[in-house]
């Protein structure tokens, strides 16, 4: 019998969520499918430093910073970074502004809630080069 294959075996995602519990939940997950975490962090500046020491494959970020930096913080600088890098990443969030902001409403995105197998799903159609559009929720069966 052969074992499944691991959607994210040893690739290195960054994962940015400043919500605690949200962040060790998508840890969980991602180790699951196999990834290498890099983070989860909270702040901008904890990201910028982990990719000065290694860039990602990829990154999982939340737009919405709430860390008590002041009101607004937002990931956008860090995305733009990440492309400048040439690193693929997608929104999880539960912010539907996203869509209407020039540069970032074609990025792909997650919306939360979300479930550990869409996770894992969106990342490995992110890496593959998938046109993914908008979103990348895949429809839940059900």
Known sequence: MT???????????????????VAVEMERWLRAAGACVVGPVARIEQAVALIDRRVPDAAVLDINLDVGLGEGDTVYPLADRLDALGVPYLFVTGDVRVARLPGYAAKPRLEKP??????????R???????????????VPG
Not at 114 to 123: D, G, S
Request: no cysteine; charged share 25%; hydrophobic share 45%.
């Open 3 to 21: 074992d499944a294959p691991v959607p994210l075996d040893g690739l290195h995602i960054l994962l940015v969520e400043d919500d605690y519990v």
């Open 114 to 123: 979300l479930q550990e197998a869409e996770l894992a799903a969106a990342l």
């Open 125 to 139: 159609r992110l890496l593959d080069g998938t046109r993914i559009g908008r979103s990348v929720r895949s429809p």
